[in-house]
């Protein structure tokens, strides 16, 4: 079907045709747990990789994951509950084959990943500490530092990253778009390195294989726990390439993160469901427990149950947060257990052993993303993509808590070897299309954001999300030379505008997507929304029902 009342999409962003260009074997866009741990492997394999990042080596979501990674472990767990888990998260939508492959193969990628030089918590006799967390009915969940996984897991593959002189990193680098060979095959990338000579810095990487690993999108969103470069870059290049996008209207809210104005308000820290896992209350202004009698877990029902319940309190007192009271576990406790959450709430002056935590839902994970088959291979030969960019279909429409940092490993390592088992020679790029592309003003990016909040949030509606796509469109008007910030808030408008698109097809609650005219789940969604972006007659959408 042919989606209606949207606004043109760009199909090129770069007006400027490359003004320089180099070669590799294997291009990887993004230095998280995915695209650092494909780069790993894929030196494994003998071949040459450049990675490029937009910013620093460590700006992306990896080092802010608190929880950790789950994997079966423990000998008396097993793969088959791991994937009973995960599909039930999954409300329906998680592809089996997919969930298999992690949960088999994450344990082996887990004890890789402590060979190079990763430290996990540890029991007093030398064991792995395993903890649990919502939606797990068994002890699988690797930490680090208590709460600082993701940091552990960043600093680790970043040593292991620099100690390989064949692996080449280039960092404030904006990737832009794909190039093609003339018979369609991903051939290399266009990007803006900051600071390069050149007039306007773009150039070309080109390669015999591209591995997106771009990450999330939750800047579409005014709040998120996402970091500033979590811009949707990789889906939107995705589609101006022409290959396939999907699930993009399930993304998870987390239902407690920091209020503040005085910490980064682009990034909102998180503050972990273990906290309440621990026996901190949610309250609203006149200190009622809200979540009690919502749900038969109260505070911890599921993280959209709960993410929801916060959302009709702040409707319905026009405040912007709600309370975390977390005072009766003591000081004591909560400096031992939760030293990240304890220093960013200090930072802005509240100390939670005395105070209470304001705090509302934010944008925290997208489920859906690039399609991928199980070798991470994209509907466009010779592009990969892996980690949060992409859809490999283990998260359905809904993610089990810490199972991204696991997909992001055990994917990395079956696109290298994918790669490695057929790698073409280099081709040139086909001659760049006529179509210059354009790109929209960066001053539309908060009006973005907030209308993304109020229309394609936690709670949808027909209504609510035909005011945003209106917005969406009116913001596509707003056109500007193409620069760093301009390239980047067309990403956001175009991935905004693809999710608000699915989201209203789709007229039902399923997993993360709360549609509040269609409140449960039907038997003839049960199945994937395709997007595919037409250089001549726009985008797609396409509907596949479950096997
Ligand atoms: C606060 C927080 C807590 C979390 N806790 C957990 C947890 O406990 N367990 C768990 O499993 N998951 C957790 N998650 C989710 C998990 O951290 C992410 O899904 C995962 O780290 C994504 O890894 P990635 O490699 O795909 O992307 P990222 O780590 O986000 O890396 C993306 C990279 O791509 C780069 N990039 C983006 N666009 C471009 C471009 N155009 N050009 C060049 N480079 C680009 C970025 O700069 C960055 O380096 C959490 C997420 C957050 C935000």
């Known amino acids: 079907m042919h989606v209606a009342d949207l606004p043109e999409l760009p199909r090129r962003l770069a007006a400027a045709d490359p003004g320089w260009n180099e070669t ?25 990789v450049t990675v490029v990042t937009k910013v620093n080596i460590d700006d992306g979501s990896t080092r802010w994951a608190q929880g950790g990674i789950a994997a079966v472990l423990d000998p008396l767990d097993t793969p088959a509950a791991h994937a009973n888990d995960t599909e039930i998260a999954g409300v329906g939508l998680c592809d089996p084959a997919a969930v298999r492959v992690l949960v088999e193969e994450g ?15 540890r029991n007093p006799d030398g064991s792995l500490m395993l903890t649990r967390e919502g939606g797990h009915r068994a002890d699988r969940i690797v ?6 996984t993701g940091a552990e897991v960043q600093r680790a593959l970043h ?10 990193l280039v960092e404030h680098a904006l990737v832009l778009d794909l190039l093609r060979a003339p018979d369609g095959r991903a051939c290399g990338i266009t990007l803006h390195v900051l600071g390069e000579g050149s007039e306007d810095g773009v150039g070309a990487i080109l390669a015999r294989a591209v591995v997106l690993a771009t990450g999330g999108m939750g800047q579409i969103y005014a709040s998120t726990t996402n970091p ?10 995705a589609l101006r390439a022409g290959a396939v996008v999907t699930d993009v209207e399930f993304v998870q809210f987390h ?3 920091f209020v503040t104005s005085t910490v980064n308000s682009v990034q909102r820290p998180l503050i972990s469901e273990a906290l309440r896992g621990e026996g901190a209350h949610l309250v609203d202004e006149t200190g009622k427990r809200f979540m009690v009698g919502q749900h038969e877990l109260a505070e911890l029902a599921p993280r959209d149950v709960v993410a929801k319940g916060i959302h009709r309190v702040l409707r319905s007192t026009g405040a912007d947060h709600v309370y975390l009271d977390a005072r009766h576990l003591g000081r004591d406790f909560l400096e031992q257990r939760f030293p990240t959450i304890v220093a960013s709430t200090r930072a802005a002056g509240i100390d939670p052993a005395t105070e209470l935590i304001p705090v ?36 359905g429409a809904n993610r089990l808590a810490s199972n991204s940092l696991l997909e992001g490993l055990v994917f990395a390592r079956r696109i290298a070897d994918d790669i490695a088992r057929d790698l073409p020679p280099q081709a040139d790029p086909a001659p760049t299309p006529a179509d210059p592309g354009w790109v929209v003003s960066p001053a539309v990016r908060p009006e973005l954001q907030r209308s993304m909040t109020r229309g394609a949030g936690v709670l949808r509606s027909a209504d609510s999300l035909s005011a945003t796509a209106k917005e ?74 479950m096997a």
């Open 228 to 237: 500033s470069v979590s811009t949707g870059d990789g889906v939107a290049l």
């Open 360 to 395: 509302a839902p934010a944008a925290h994970y997208a489920s859906g993303g690039v399609r991928t088959d199980l070798h991470g291979r994209t509907s466009i030969p010779g592009l990969y993509a892996c980690g949060e960019v992409a859809c490999t279909g283990v998260h």
């Open 143 to 148: 930490h680090a530092g208590g709460d600082a």
């Open 255 to 257: 239902p407690t993160s």
């Open 159 to 168: 040593d292991a990253v620099h100690r390989d002189p064949w692996i080449r």
């Open 24 to 48: 590799t074997d294997v291009l990887v866009v993004g230095s998280g747990v995915a695209g650092l741990t494909a780069a790993l492997h894929l030196r494994e394999q003998g071949l040459h």
């Open 472 to 545: 969406l469109a009116r913001l596509a008007e707003q056109r500007d030379t193409p620069r760093n910030a301009a390239w980047e808030a067309t990403n956001l408008l175009t991935v905004a505008t693809v999710l608000v698109a699915a989201a209203r097809t789709r007229r039902e609650t399923r997993g993360c997507h709360w549609r509040e005219d269609f409140p449960v789940a039907e038997d003839e969604w049960r199945g994937h929304l395709l997007h595919l972006l037409d250089r001549k007659a726009g985008l797609a959408q396409t509907f596949e029902e």
């Open 107 to 121: 344990p082996a990628r887990v004890r890789e990943l402590i060979r190079l030089g990763a430290s996990f918590d």
